[in-house]
């Protein structure tokens, strides 16, 4: 395991979040991305970037330092405010293993704050992982994915991940938002979770959507489940629809039947939300997994 994270005892650690942006193409991608890159280097963080660098290219060559990139990257380059690492040099560097890609970040978060930067900005291009059949795979991603959490929580980092559909398996889709279910954005519709666990989705999920929606649903289920189960606290699944402005029939099955194939002893409650949804549910046949609290009625 790597060794805990040296941090001044004065330093004053601002919330944090872990965040996924879900792109239907790489430029819509590269657009979410290097609004949050220009907006991390305005705020002074320091900015540790790895992507894909065709080979031959030199960092100062990506598209990130082009017309397409946030203004001020190429400058944070020569600076050193943002540094550039290729993703198969960082895989070489970790061995792949959710150990070493931890050791490889958490080494970045302590060189920068033993540089003095009050904030540290992490994000990634699509990794590309191999994920379709290789359940050991899954449970690395999902591993590493955990240890970002907790950089998120306690130091004064914040993680973009990014997630290219087209150039991911299905399997990697759908595991890497089941994992990001507490903080996601895709398109018109986003999610976030609180600190009690209740889950919340906004926006409009619909038919195109509606596999990466249900993937953070059974990311939120799966994640009450051993939140109960490490606590012998209640395993149910709070869900505040207060937030969601429309929801197709497929998305409210989906809601449904990932709550109907919940083990036994877990529920899906459900608080607040439109009128409609309520009529929604009951159309498409509601499990008796699923409850309404008080404040829904």
């Known amino acids: 395991m790597t060794a805990p994270l040296r941090v001044r005892p004065d330093l004053d650690v601002p919330a944090s979040r872990h965040t996924l942006n879900v792109a239907d193409a790489v430029d819509q991608g590269r657009r979410g991305t290097a609004s949050w890159v220009e907006r991390e280097l305005a705020h002074g963080s320091k900015v540790f970037y790895k992507g894909w660098l065709p080979d031959g290219r030199r960092p100062d060559q990506h598209w990130l330092t082009g017309p397409a990139g946030p203004r001020g990257a190429r400058d944070a380059l020569v600076s050193g405010q943002m540094e550039f690492l290729d993703i198969p040099t960082a895989i070489e560097r970790s061995g792949g293993t959710a150990d070493g890609v931890l050791g490889l970040y958490r080494g970045e978060v302590e060189r920068a704050l ?14 590309e992982l ?5 359940p050991a795979l899954v449970s690395e991603y999902v591993t590493w994915e955990a240890g970002f959490d907790l950089l998120a929580q306690q130091w004064p980092v914040r993680l973009l991940c ?26 018109f519709w986003s999610a976030t979770a609180d ?38 606290e209640c395993t149910d699944l709070h869900v505040d629809l207060s937030a969601i402005d429309f929801m197709d029939v497929s998305c409210a099955q989906i809601l449904m039947l990932a709550a109907r194939s919940a083990p036994d002893g877990q529920q899906m409650v459900l608080h607040g939300g439109p009128r409609f949804l309520r009529r929604l549910f009951d159309a498409v046949g509601r499990p008796v997994t699923v409850r309404e609290s008080e404040d829904a009625r």
């Open 114 to 127: 033993d540089d003095q930067w009050p904030t540290i900005a992490m994000t990634q291009e699509s990794p």
């Open 130 to 134: 191999p994920m379709a059949d290789d």
């Open 162 to 187: 990014q997630l290219s559909v087209p150039l991911e398996s299905e399997t990697s889709v759908w595991e890497t938002v089941a994992v990001h279910h507490r903080d996601v954005v895709d398109g």
């Open 195 to 232: 600190d009690s666990g209740v889950w919340s989705p906004r926006g409009d999920v619909d038919a195109h959507v509606a596999r990466r929606f249900g993937a953070a649903v059974h990311g939120a289920l799966r994640a009450a489940r051993r939140r109960g189960e490490s606590s012998d």
